[in-house]
Structures are given as structure tokens and as C-alpha cells.
């Protein structure tokens, strides 16, 4: 499995996931009444946010939006569509969730497919596929000073993770670079989805009294 033959899929994938994650910054920051201004500094930094780490952490510079300035147009201009529309949408919560889970079945098949394409080992491009999904997030959410998603009980990088394996074992297996990217992305946002349908979560640590010695 090789984007070679689709450079121009993969390309606009990467463009809609990121669209979709600063829509998600962008529902973010209207929960917690910013200006505009705040709208595009939450929405620029969640929709690049784990595409510039996964970058750095692959060494591959200049990261991927300052050679295509037209990833950081588009999270600008999401953030100010948004700015307006957020009024007129109702339970933002709810469409935040879901433009979240989309961009994570997305955007952890793109960050897993860079890695492979960069040469890296199969553990490394399935972790950084999580890392592209999800840190994104993370930033929007400590500036927006809620508990970042990854941290609650919710199966969120947990469904990440899994995209990312199956994608990698994918391409091991030869199988079609489509097919590959419609599967892995799909059960990516298949885990999630049902886990957000049915407030799934995995099981949480609980403290006991310590024992005496």
C-alpha cells in the first residue's frame, strides 16, 4: 500500500481533516464566549496543532504548514464561519463531540501514512498517527481550561490507536492505499462514535486503603 499513485487524495484528506478539527476549536471557543480573535487562535491551533508535532517528532521541517500556508487559510477561515454560525447552532457540545471524532478517524490515518512514507517502523508511524489525532485536541482544550478529552473516561486515543495498527498492518498487507485509508479511518471513527452514542468508557483506576505493613 503506497500513496505514491494518490498524491492528490491524500492531500485533500489532510485539508478536510484539518478543516474539521479547527471547526471543532472553533465550537470550543464559542462555549466559552471568546471574541473572534479567540476563535481563530483556538481554531489555527487545533487544526494544526498535532500535524506540527507529528512533524517535529519526525524531524520533517519546515512542518507542514509553513511550506502550505493554505492549511493555516483554511483553519482561519472555518474559525470565522463558525464565529458566526455558532449562535444559531444548538447543543454545541454534542456537534464539538462529533466534528472531534471525525477529525480523529481522519486525521490518524493521515499522520500514520506520513510516518510510513517517511520510512518510519510500523510502532512509530501507529503512534504517530495517535499523536496527529489527538494533540490538536489537547491544545485546544488546555486553553480553552477544560480537561483535555484524552484524559477523561472516554475511549478517544484508545480509538486512535487502533486506526493506526489497523492502517499500518494494512499496508504490510499490500492492501489498497483507498481501501486502507476507508478502513482504518473508518474504524477509527466507528469506535468513537459508538462510545460517544453510548457514553462508553474504558474501566478508570479506583483507590483502596493502603495495607499496613
Do not use: N
Amino acid at each position: 500500500m503506497t500513496s505514491a499513485p494518490l498524491p492528490a487524495l491524500l492531500y485533500w484528506l489532510d485539508l478536510f481533516s484539518v478543516a474539521v478539527i479547527a471547526a471543532s476549536g472553533a465550537l470550543s471557543a464559542s462555549r466559552k464566549e471568546m471574541d473572534i480573535g479567540g476563535f481563530a487562535l483556538i481554531g489555527v491551533v487545533t487544526g494544526i496543532g498535532g500535524g506540527t508535532v507529528r512533524d517535529l517528532v519526525l524531524g520533517y521541517t519546515p512542518v507542514f504548514w509553513v511550506e502550505r500556508p493554505e492549511y493555516l487559510g483554511i483553519c482561519l477561515a472555518v474559525a470565522v464561519i463558525v464565529f458566526f454560525a455558532a449562535p444559531f447552532v444548538g447543543q454545541r457540545w454534542k456537534w464539538l463531540l462529533w466534528a472531534d471524532a471525525v477529525g480523529l478517524g481522519l486525521y490518524t490515518v493521515v499522520g500514520a501514512d506520513k510516518a510510513l512514507a517517511l520510512g518510519a517502523s510500523g510502532l512509530i508511524a501507529a503512534g504517530t498517527g495517535v499523536i496527529t489525532a489527538t494533540f490538536g485536541g489537547v491544545l485546544r482544550d488546555v486553553l480553552c481550561a477544560e480537561i483535555p478529552l484524552i484524559l477523561r473516561k472516554e475511549i478517544y486515543a484508545t480509538a486512535a490507536a487502533a486506526g493506526a495498527t489497523v492502517y499500518v498492518l494494512l499496508h504490510w498487507a499490500g492492501v489498497g492505499y483507498v481501501t486502507g485509508l476507508a478502513i482504518a479511518g473508518g474504524l477509527t471513527f466507528g469506535i468513537r462514535a459508538v462510545a460517544i452514542a453510548w457514553s462508553l468508557s474504558l474501566p478508570t483506576y479506583k483507590s483502596r486503603p493502603g495495607r499496613p505493613f
